[in-house]
């Protein structure tokens, strides 16, 4: 079991340079510089955030689930973490959390995922996986990365509580945030954020219910 790291930022959010809210179900796309510090607010509570990063010069250098877990030897994100790319090299540190615990494991939902977990009449049903192809397609910075689905790896899932039980099997649960919670993180490179905002409706990592989310960033100096 990781340790929470529950530590609240100093930053102003008046101070922010860039200050969205991300519609529920909904896709959201920046770059963030290096130094800057990027947070992502949970306005109403138990909103699962999918989250890919991927280096905003080349983006074969992206967020590498095996290597974040393998460098600290922990499953779950927290203050303190550092998201590793698939080079090895640190992308972001996160260094505010009032959640406590982010999954690495949960994946994001797919037409085929929600077929094969629910039943054949979700297909349809709109997926995280459908929002990063949406971005990947119409997203001018990722246009100009020339980027395609074969650049979507594993996600995190900020936000969202999937246990591993003891026989090894994963469980979408009930949240642990709420309303307000954040996660905060400092970028150690030029980063390109993908966010699908999740609109899943089958389990309770969004409390069946999806809702908007705030993006903000600030430059280093900001207070």
Known sequence: MNTFQL?????NPDAAIIDEIC???EPWVKIVKQGQ???IVDLEGNQAVDT???NANHAWERYSVADTIRAQNKLYLTTGSKLCSNFGNVMLTITADTCGRHDTLGGA???ESNTVRYALEKYP???CRDNFLHALAHETACGHLDMSKRDIPSNINFFMNVP???DGRLEFVDGISAPGKYVEMRAEMDVLVLISNCPQLNNPCNAYNPTPIRLLVWETSAS
Not at 7 to 11: A, H, V, W
């Open 7 to 11: 530590i609240e930022s100093q930053l």
């Open 23 to 25: 519609a529920a179900g």
């Open 52 to 54: 890919l990063f991927f």
């Open 125 to 127: 049903m709109h997926s």
């Open 37 to 39: 510090i990027f947070r």
């Open 109 to 111: 939902c797919s037409a």
């Open 164 to 166: 591993v039980t003891e």
